[in-house]
């Protein structure tokens, strides 16, 4: 089944090469950036400013090859790419919980965002905790994986 | 800019209906369900079963008209599609949390499932709490809203 999809906006953020942009959001809290959704859709952000949280679904268009089973940024091990948040994977989407600082018009200012700038936007979804909370979770395969630089030359 | 997406797999449901199907997961923790990954997908797959907590990206295939801000099955005031989980928004991609019960070569037995059987799969990706969970987040406009039965004929 094919399915097409159109970018509603574009996310602004500090990183402008893989290199600088942190493995993910919650390990640089602090980092801002802005979420530029497409005037047309103004509308549908209706209410939006009641959440602390959102998600946004983005297209990661600078991914390399598509390897399903690969290292990542956290370990050395290979992982499949379902089972990592590995920026190439089949369907190339990306998944993020930013904080929502504030909103002006069709602009929302966010912090705790790790994307590339420049990265198109495909969706935005309220982060709802009776929903998306899960304390209880497991950590799988990268509990205890301290933070650590990026190895060089690593997608 | 136009992105084109494959299904990589099936959702198996016991809802045939919308009215059937829970508004969300976390109302019917209970509710079991089968995620059938295309079997050369099953790489990426590799160490997926050492995740308690799964996100599913699906499209919502059977959903109606994109109406920018409307009624959601929660309460009867009108939001923005991108301020709740609506499944008549643009792109059409619905986002779940579920329970990874068990893993069968290309099968994962999941609960917690909402969507409609059938449902064209896009991503999987591991729910990991340190990325993921955020008790300290808004519930929002949806803050004190009661489980209640869809409305009738509400989309």
Chains 1, 2 share one sequence.
């Not at 009641?50 to 268009?61: A, E, M, V």
């Amino acid at each position: 089944m094919e399915i097409t999809l159109h970018s509603i906006g574009i996310i602004h953020t500090p990183f402008r090469t893989k290199e600088e942009s942190p493995i993910q959001g919650a390990f640089r809290p602090d980092a801002e950036g802005t979420v530029e959704v497409c005037a047309e859709y103004a509308p549908a952000l209706q209410d939006i400013e009641t959440f602390s949280h959102l998600y946004l679904i983005y297209r990661f268009d600078r991914a390399g090859e598509v390897i399903l089973s690969r290292p990542t940024f956290l370990d050395d091990e290979p992982h499949g790419v379902f089972a990592s948040r590995h920026p190439c994977r089949p369907n190339g989407l990306g998944l993020s919980v930013v904080r929502l600082l504030r909103r002006e018009g069709n602009i929302l200012h966010v912090a705790g965002i790790d994307v590339l700038d420049g990265t198109p936007l495909i969706d935005i979804k309220p982060y709802i905790p009776l929903f998306d909370c899960y304390p209880e979770a497991s950590a799988g395969w990268t509990a205890g994986k301290e933070l650590r630089q990026k190895p060089p030359g690593r997608e």
